[in-house]
């Protein structure tokens, strides 16, 4: 069975300094990774998305993210954060292919941005 | 891309009593998805919901508490039923077109 594991449940950071929120995720077929943000109150918003190519996958808001097949991981970089990105940030996996539902999603690592 | 509506937004309801949230979608999808995301965990996928046949739903999760109807492409309902405070959770609704899109949540306290 798939299960995703995001090993921070809290990152506190100052303003303009970088972050990694780190992802790593168990599946014994091809998978397809995802890092979604929920800004307070809000629904889930994709960041990004890794299906195939190119390992290094580039998102919205500055967003980054690398697939290591190895490590088995699908850790997220921005090299300077804002205030505004203070939210929680869930990193998620499917085996469905072109419908990318049924989303298996870890337990969220919420990032604290302070000025 | 697609745009979901999720009705209602929050609500308190009394312990014993039944919630029905509504999801519509401005497009047609074939699958639609709910979610639980109890306070402090993430998101748990409670069933998926095929137009035109019965919802198919996770380990943990029974058709009895969470009924579910999709009379067409577009609108899906999920009800909590006979609610306990065990059932105060965001709940979501999902369509995955290309690429999985939520609704805002329907954040559910029962008292």
């Known amino acids: 069975a798939q299960s995703v594991t995001q090993l921070d449940s809290q990152v506190p950071v100052f303003e303009e300094a970088p972050v990694e929120l780190r992802c790593n995720y168990s599946s014994s077929v091809s998978v397809y990774l995802f890092w979604y943000v929920q800004y307070p109150n809000q629904g889930l918003q994709l960041l990004l998305k890794y299906l195939s190519g190119s390992t290094l996958v580039k998102g919205i808001n500055g967003f980054e993210a690398e697939f290591n097949k190895s490590q088995t991981s699908f850790h997220l970089r921005k090299p300077s954060v804002h205030i505004s990105d203070t939210a929680e940030y869930f990193c998620a996996v499917s085996d469905y292919g072109g419908s990318q539902g049924n989303l298996i999603f870890g337990k969220g690592t919420k990032l604290s941005v302070k000025p | 891309s697609a745009v979901i509506s999720q009705k209602p937004s929050r609500d308190i309801c009394q312990r014993g009593t039944s919630l029905t949230i509504q999801c519509q979608v401005d497009?047609?999808?074939?699958?639609m998805f709910w979610y639980r995301q109890q306070p402090g965990q993430s998101l748990t996928l409670i069933a998926t919901?095929?137009?035109?046949?019965?919802?198919?739903?996770e380990s943990g999760f029974v058709i009895d508490k969470f009924p579910i109807s999709r009379p067409n492409l577009t609108f899906s309902t999920l009800t909590v039923s006979n609610m306990s405070p065990e059932d105060s959770s965001i709940y979501l609704c999902?369509?995955?077109?290309?690429?999985?899109?939520f609704g805002q949540g329907t954040r559910l306290t029962v008292v």
């Open positions: 999902s369509v995955a077109v290309t690429e999985a899109f």
């Open positions: 919901a095929n137009q035109g046949s019965e919802a198919t739903y």
């Open positions: 497009s047609q999808v074939t699958m």
